[in-house]
């Protein structure tokens, strides 16, 4: 059987997450960063070429309100969240956010975020071993919703580093050329780690779309309770 292969020692899913904890900087660094301002560059990919680079910040207000500003020549996007309804507007005209690509990505920014892996117990999500992946594990993290089906989120950690390097989590459903129902993807890839006061903190993200790169997210300013 397979449990022949599994080493006796092999960490529980919550030792793994305490693991992680320690190397984005303690619980106690963790716990003390309530909002934030990023501020940096994002590139929009078609293929796997380069489309276009825009200025771009990501404020933070809390583990529920989010806000990303697409800094255009036309004028400034902004996508958020104030934590009960998505929203977009364009030079003051707003409105509410399907979902798709913008609502997507202030899940990941939010109710899929890092933080939500390190608080699993507080949050009474389920967390469960998906295995192992090129030297990394893959602890699925299953958040009750109210009303609604409960969310999966996988998250990847590093052994070598212990740091979370990915999110991943299924957006849907579509056929592929032999009408057989296969899930649809959304994964943000995490690199260019940086200590920010006490926490280590992601620079670049990469987002795939059933492993295809649409965004690049290269911050160059990071900061941490700061007045928003």
Request: proline share 3%; no cysteine; glycine share 8%.
């Amino acid at each position: 059987t397979n449990k022949k292969n599994e080493p006796e020692n092999k960490e529980k899913p919550a030792e793994v997450v305490e693991r992680a904890a320690k190397a984005h900087g303690g619980r106690q660094a963790l716990t003390s960063v309530g909002d934030s301002v990023s501020d940096g560059k994002l590139t929009f990919f078609t293929g796997n070429d380069r489309k276009n680079t825009i200025d771009v910040s990501v404020i933070r207000a809390g583990d529920s309100r989010v806000q990303r500003v697409l800094k255009e020549a036309s004028g400034e996007l902004h996508q958020g969240s104030d934590g009960v309804s998505t929203w977009e507007s364009f030079n003051g005209m707003t409105a509410l956010a399907p979902a798709g690509l913008a609502g997507n990505y202030i899940e990941s920014e939010t109710v899929r975020a890092v933080g939500n892996l390190f608080d699993f117990q507080s949050r009474g999500a389920t967390l469960r071993d998906a295995g192992t992946r090129n030297n990394a594990r893959v602890l699925e993290l299953e958040s009750p919703v109210t009303g609604k089906p409960s969310r999966k989120t996988n998250y990847v950690i590093d052994d070598s580093t212990s740091r979370v390097t990915a999110i991943e989590f299924v957006t849907g459903e579509a056929k592929d050329i032999l009408g057989k129902i296969i899930p649809t993807t959304e994964s943000y890839v995490f690199s260019d780690f940086r200590v920010v006061q006490g926490v280590i903190t992601p620079f670049r993200i990469e987002r795939y779309v059933d492993g295809l790169k649409i965004e690049e997210t290269q911050f160059n300013s990071v900061r941490y309770n700061v007045s928003i």
